[in-house]
């Protein structure tokens, strides 16, 4: 079946390191999302790709960096410079397109905890 | 700018009990809307989404949800929850244009549901 795996699930960080999402996609979606969530915040964008080599800062992306060499992964660190990184990150998918009727399919997630 | 407010934090209905979660939206255009629902530690899965057409859509789970232009509204309800049911919902808005295809996400409300 076609999905999302975002790895790994649990991730503890010491302060000062940089750590690294994991997400691929087999889904043949062209878009991408990283989003961040925090009780009682929903969801807050941190950074998008809508074609391979391309990619857009969200509203909180100050911290974090990604790349896309390649349409199936969309990997997230992030660095020493995010100031409060524990929280839940989700990556997403989608066909694309710029009109807003991008149905969204999201991974399971993984929860990042600064120790 | 859009933006999506779900006005409640936490509901708790009996099982068996009807359901109305709310959402109201901000765009000045046609909008793009859809329900999620997020069970403790996941992703979140698609419930349903308004494009365009009937106002009133059919999704997942037994759920439904009616489009208000004008009360810029977009509430979500089932007849008869059920405990599985209980999971946490966003409300979400696709904003085209410069936005180039986001969701915009309400900050969810939590279901709680009594035996």
């Known amino acids: 079946d076609g999905g999302i795996t975002q790895s790994p699930k649990y991730l503890f960080r010491k302060e000062g390191q940089n750590v690294t999402l994991s997400c691929e996609q087999n889904?043949?979606?062209?878009?991408m999302y990283w989003y961040r969530q925090d009780p009682g915040q929903g969801l807050r964008l941190i950074y998008y790709?809508?074609?391979?080599?391309?990619?857009q800062k969200g509203d909180i992306a100050e911290g974090y960096s990604v790349s896309r060499e390649k349409k199936e992964s969309f990997p997230l660190t992030v660095t020493s410079a995010q100031k409060n990184p524990t929280a839940f990150y989700l990556c997403?998918?989608?066909?694309?397109?710029?009109?807003?009727?991008?149905?969204?399919?999201f991974g399971a997630g993984s929860r990042l905890t600064v120790l | 700018a859009q933006s999506v407010t779900q006005p409640d934090i936490h509901i708790t209905v009996s099982e068996g009990a009807s359901l109305e979660l709310r959402c109201n939206y901000s765009?000045?255009?046609?909008?793009?809307l859809f329900w999620y629902v997020q069970s403790p530690g996941q992703g979140l899965q698609l419930l349903l989404k308004?494009?365009?057409?009937?106002?009133l859509v059919q999704g997942i789970k037994g759920f439904e949800a009616e489009f208000k232009r004008s009360q810029s509204s977009f509430n979500l309800r089932k007849p008869s929850v059920h405990w599985s049911d209980a999971a946490e919902y966003f409300c979400?808005?696709?904003?085209?244009?410069?936005?180039?295809?986001?969701?915009?996400f309400g900050k969810g409300t939590k279901l709680s549901v009594k035996p």
């Open positions: 889904l043949n979606h062209d878009a």
């Open positions: 997403a998918s989608s066909r694309g397109g710029a009109s807003g009727a991008n149905v969204l399919t």
């Open positions: 979400a808005v696709g904003a085209g244009g410069g936005s180039q295809g986001n969701l915009i």
């Open positions: 790709s809508q074609i391979v080599n391309d990619f």
């Open positions: 308004y494009f365009s057409g009937d106002t």
């Open positions: 765009y000045g255009a046609t909008p793009y």
